[in-house]
């Protein structure tokens, strides 16, 4: 029964860190890895909240939050779990289209560790 909740929780703990190294790109030449992009919202939210407060930057930085309360739960919580992935998918299958779309192979390569982590952490909790 332990290892299970230990799995769960190293599941959970890839799911955030593989999130903090999506790429991405936009307009004018500019780039970061998610971590980056989070560090600067976070900042901004301290002291200009509304040049921020976009789904696109809160939604993926709650889903971390979520995925990181798991972390401190004895037995991890298949919702808190599935919520947290859902709110970093949203942007990380964005990003995933977009790679294919552009194409940009640097963003659609950096989301596919997010994307198998997800597979494995939905089977993992699906056979539970």
């Known amino acids: 029964m332990q290892s299970s909740h230990l799995k769960d929780k190293v599941l959970n703990l890839l799911l955030i860190v593989t999130s903090l190294f999506a790429y991405l790109e936009w307009g004018g030449g500019n780039s970061a890895f998610l ?12 002291t200009s909240p509304r040049d921020v407060v976009h789904p ?6 709650l889903g971390q939050v979520l995925l990181l309360i798991t972390l ?3 037995s991890p919580w298949k919702s808190l779990t599935f ?11 964005f990003i995933f289209f977009i790679g294919i779309v552009a194409p940009n192979f640097k963003m659609l390569v950096s989301t596919l560790p997010f994307l198998g982590v997800s597979i494995l952490a939905i089977i993992n909790k699906w056979h539970k």
Do not use: D, R, T, W
């Open 35 to 46: 971590f980056q992009a989070e560090y600067e919202v976070f900042n901004k939210l301290l």
């Open 72 to 74: 401190f739960q004895k």
């Open 56 to 61: 696109f930057s809160l939604v993926p930085m």
């Open 83 to 93: 919520a947290g992935m859902g709110c970093i998918g949203v942007l990380l299958v």
